[in-house]
């Protein structure tokens, strides 16, 4: 038998690319305090509901969804380098 499309693809697509870039070491929790600013609810709230889409176990609204997609489209704040003064 072949295996059937997922019946979301935009969705499936979604997961995929998300939980690549969640894997990184914090992201989850940050994405959950930034939630937890702007909609309320806790971080530990947050943190247990982004997990649970990540095991589709819920789904979330499209609102959520591309809410999430702009937080991690966000580039990292690195560290300013030190500027050497110029030579003379």
Known sequence: MFPGKP??????NWLNRT?????????LSEIA???????GRTP???SSYLRELLEEEATPSLD?????DALLARPVQAEIPHQTPPLL
């Open 64 to 68: 959520l969804l591309t809410r999430i």
């Open 33 to 39: 305090l930034i939630l937890s600013r702007e909609e």
């Open 44 to 46: 530990q709230d947050w």
């Open 7 to 12: 019946d979301r693809p935009y969705f499936e």
């Open 19 to 27: 939980r690549k870039q969640l894997a990184a070491s914090g992201r």
